[in-house]
């Protein structure tokens, strides 16, 4: 509920705001008992732009029953007791507003700005001819768009169930897919199961699956960093074998 307050001293009170042509304008807005009616629209006008001269006041309780008009713009605003929690509405009175027509709230009813492309080359200072200018200073600064097909022809002898040794670090494994993946870059790619660990994933990337391996076992790489072969899966036994032949 709302609650009463005095006119003395420097005494506040904080009213609802809600205006005729801004029906989703809400604001609580904090004012002094003291302030004149004129004050009150001066305040008001900077924030939601009509002019004091065609600004009128109604004044509601927490019901929403209607307690007065502020019409006279000499009475102070205690003079019409508001309460906290009150409502002060703003009635419009311009048709020519900067609030009227409804563009303050929905922008498609806003006349866009439009240029040709003729008349937009003829421009100084624009990004595309910024970008235009370095690329002519510096050809290999524009980045070349990456086609479908990119190293398709690495692709021709590699073949899913081939096993194979991925670059760099030796790594071995078996070739689960290849393709052009949608979730990453155009392109071909070749889809691995690594023998160890050594992957970041299980075959699935950014949410689609490309083949199933064990966690960390799976990794999508270019064709250019697989050689297919003869890569048996590594012996660990055989290479402890092998170190400690080194230290006899």
Same mark, same amino acid.
């Given at each position: ?95 020519? =507003? ?5 563009? !303050?709230?929905? $922008?498609?009813?806003?006349? /866009?700005? +439009? *240029? =040709? ?5 003829? !421009?100084?200072? $624009?990004?595309?001819?910024? /970008?235009? +200018? *370095? ?114």
């Amino acid at each position: 509920m709302a609650s009463r307050l005095q006119i003395q001293g420097d005494e506040s009170v904080i009213l609802c705001i809600t205006h005729s042509n801004l029906k989703s304008f809400r604001a609580d807005v904090r004012f002094s008992l003291q302030m004149t009616v004129e004050a009150v629209k001066e305040k008001l006008w900077k924030k939601c732009g009509t002019s004091v001269n065609s600004m009128c006041l109604e004044l509601y309780d927490d019901t929403g029953a209607k307690i007065s008009d502020l019409s006279d713009n000499l009475r102070p605003l205690g003079f019409y007791s508001p309460l906290n929690g009150y409502r002060l509405h703003v009635i419009d009175l311009d048709p020519s =507003s900067v609030t009227s027509g409804g563009w !303050l709230e929905d $922008t498609s009813l806003v006349e /866009k700005y +439009k *240029i =040709s492309e003729e008349a937009f080359d003829k !421009l100084d200072g $624009t990004f595309r001819k910024f /970008k235009g +200018k *370095i690329t002519h200073q510096n050809p290999s600064a524009h980045e070349t768009k990456i086609s479908d097909n990119y190293m398709e022809d690495l692709c021709a002898n590699i073949k899913v169930g081939d096993r194979c040794q991925v670059e760099p670090g030796e790594k071995r494994g078996l070739v689960k897919f290849v393709g052009q993946a949608e979730t990453l870059a155009p392109g071909l790619w070749v889809g691995v199961q690594y023998d160890e660990p050594l992957g970041k994933h299980d075959g699935m990337v950014k949410g689609t699956r490309y083949f199933d391996c064990p966690p960390l076992h799976g990794a999508m790489v270019r064709p250019d960093k697989v050689k297919v072969g003869n890569y048996p899966e590594r012996d660990p036994f055989e290479e402890e074998e092998e170190e400690e032949e080194e230290e006899i």
